[in-house]
């Protein structure tokens, strides 16, 4: 594979072509991989990329078809290929009134033409990354749930930082792009769905689920 990243973090798999079969092989940091004990016959390569920037997929011709390779009965086939690079989108999570990282928030994604979705979730640090995503408008939102009535809670917020899903944005990326969304999140102590601050300053109790 020629191109800048660490491969490593790539795989590949070869398809007969009524993909009733499969072959997989790891690739090293510098894009070599091989493939190995296959019958001569044509088969299709398929790509799983994202976690090192570009996009899961076949490989394809030049009108954009899935691509059939030839395989030989002995020897070898020689493959150089350029992957194409997708958009990455990442970020922190904070609580919106202590401003402390948020672990283990859910950052969604779904794309509106595609249809394809991604997920992601913050570590210790309320960091996040999202690599791979294809050319699209993608609707994100982050959500935290808590696993019990006493573990804190916060509201779900969308792109670009609204709790109300109407008011949302669609984030527009092409290949190569690289946004950052760091979102506060409204805690939310009585999993009612409302911002705790919000609840305070309409006569509503942030201690009870009032919703």
């Known amino acids: 594979i020629e191109g800048e990243g660490d491969f490593s973090l790539a795989s590949v798999l070869v398809y007969n072509d009524t993909r009733t079969v499969g072959f997989g092989g790891s690739v090293e940091p510098d894009g070599s991989f091989i493939v190995s004990n296959l019958h001569g016959a044509q088969y299709f390569v398929h790509f799983s990329a994202a976690k090192a920037g570009y996009l899961n997929d076949y490989l394809r011709d030049e009108q954009g078809e899935q691509r059939l390779f030839t395989v030989p009965n002995e020897g070898d086939l020689d493959l150089t290929v350029t992957l194409t690079r997708g958009a990455t989108v990442f970020g922190r999570v904070t609580d919106a009134s202590t401003g402390d990282p948020v672990y283990g928030a ?24 999202i690599m791979g995503l294809k050319e699209d408008d993608w609707e994100f939102y982050i959500s935290c749930s808590a696993f019990c009535s006493a573990d804190p809670d916060w509201v779900t917020i969308y792109y670009k930082g609204q709790v109300n899903k109407t ?23 009585d999993h009612d769905n409302m911002d705790d601050v919000w609840e305070e300053e309409h006569g509503l109790d942030p201690n009870r689920d009032d919703g």
């Open 167 to 189: 008011m949302a944005a669609p984030l527009a990326v092409e290949g190569g792009d690289e946004v950052e969304w760091n979102a506060s999140v409204p805690p939310d102590h």
């Open 106 to 129: 859910t950052i969604f994604g779904v794309g509106m033409v595609s249809e394809e979705s991604v997920v992601a979730s913050s570590d210790q640090n309320g960091e996040w990354k």
